[in-house]
């Protein structure tokens, strides 16, 4: 169909999808009908904000407001890992790393110091988006006043509660891990 005017987020686009053999030989193919990120890419960073106080590790939230949640839990706000998509562009660690530590400090006021990848990407829907997500662990030194602070709460008190974020589940136990928590 016709849209009678351009989408603002999502772009839609047909791309021609071919199942390949082991020996490179096209097997079978098709064309797919996909709505992707206009501005941005299909890749996601999600971080796991750390800081270290008094002996213990603290795991910064970020508190969305989330309508769709209104239906779920009977509020919208809930407890996230921060993230953001990547613009087109950044396709190395290196210019990751930088944006990462710009929106952590534009969005949260949180100033980041070391960085590092918390295990390989993965795919949280697969077959249903292309989107693949970063996981990063980041130390946090500093915080600035921000309109959206992050809520920091002990990383080994984080864990003994019912997560309801994907992203959260994912960097928590993760980060929990890495530092030898779990």
């Not at 087109?88 to 790393?97: D, H, K, Q």
Request: hydrophobic fraction near 45%; aromatic fraction near 8%; charge should be negative.
């Amino acid at each position: 169909t016709t849209a009678p005017a351009e989408p603002g987020f999502l772009s839609l686009i047909c791309a021609e999808l071919e199942e390949v053999a082991a020996d490179g030989s096209a097997l079978a193919s098709r064309p797919l009908e996909l709505a992707l990120p206009r501005r941005l890419s299909t890749n996601t960073v999600v971080v796991a904000p750390l800081w270290r106080s008094g002996g213990e590790v603290w795991f910064g939230l970020e508190e969305r407001d989330l309508p769709a949640v209104q239906c779920f839990e009977g509020r919208s706000n809930l407890f996230v890992a921060p993230a953001w998509r990547l613009p087109w562009g950044v396709e190395s660690l290196t210019p990751a790393r930088e944006f990462l530590k710009q929106r952590l400090l534009a969005d949260h006021g949180a100033r980041a110091k070391e960085m590092w990848l918390l295990g390989g990407h993965y795919h949280p829907s697969p077959g249903v988006t292309p989107e693949a997500v970063f996981p990063f662990a980041v130390e946090i030194v500093e915080e600035e006043a921000s309109t959206a602070p992050l809520r920091w709460v002990r990383l080994a008190e984080a864990l003994a509660h019912p997560l309801r974020d994907g992203h959260l589940r994912v960097v928590l136990h993760r980060a929990a891990h890495a530092l030898g928590l779990l």
